[in-house]
């Protein structure tokens, strides 16, 4: 049996953050559980950036994959960091609004029809369509959106300053205070 790996994320969509020398001073002063927090919370807000704009450009169809849209963080504390911007998979609603009355109509309109059902409108399983776009079984190309590629462009020095803010906050908070007598 193969075991399944995970493809790496395109480098266009990485973001490095330079850190001022004083706060990596501090970092290091820091136990690691208290690092790992402030990383997380720092990834988390720098999702968050990338999701409000990703939603005002995401084509509105029905709606459903704008309210989809979710951020998703590590939760274990053996591995790495990383917070996600992608469909969540609690979120679906009903497939076709009124205004489609016939197949060819959505088809017309861009409405990806793939799900198992078509009683149930799943944003998880066709986000990667309307990001990338898919070539159609006509044979046409469908250009995709592209939308949470251009919000990661266009918010990359937003997320570096949150990054920064967040990480100043929680150096902050947990910096041992001075008045306590060392004996």
Do not use: C
């Not at 198992?116 to 070539?135: A, C, D, N, Q």
């Not at 902050?172 to 008045?179: E, G, I």
């Amino acid at each position: 049996m193969m075991k399944y790996e995970r493809k790496p994320h395109p480098n266009e969509l990485n973001v490095s953050v330079d850190i001022d020398t004083e706060i990596t001073r501090r970092l290091r002063d820091i136990s690691s559980r208290t690092l790992r927090l402030a990383m997380r919370s720092a990834l988390h807000a720098a999702a968050t950036e990338i999701k409000k704009v990703a939603k005002q450009k995401t084509p509105i169809y029905t709606g459903w994959l704008q309210k989809a849209l979710q951020t998703k963080d590590s939760k274990h504390t053996s591995r790495k960091l990383y917070s996600l911007v992608g469909a969540s998979r609690k979120i679906f609603g009903p497939a076709m609004k009124s205004y489609f009355r016939k197949k060819g109509e959505a088809k017309r309109a861009g409405v990806p029809l793939v799900v198992k059902s078509k009683k149930v409108r799943k944003p998880s399983r066709y986000l990667h369509l309307v990001e990338k776009g898919f070539k159609h079984r006509n044979g046409k190309q469908v250009k995709g959106h592209g939308m949470l590629r251009e919000s990661m462009q266009q918010t990359k020095e937003q997320v570096k300053q949150r990054v920064r803010l967040k990480l100043m906050e929680r150096l902050a908070k947990h910096q041992p205070s001075d008045d306590i007598p060392t004996t």
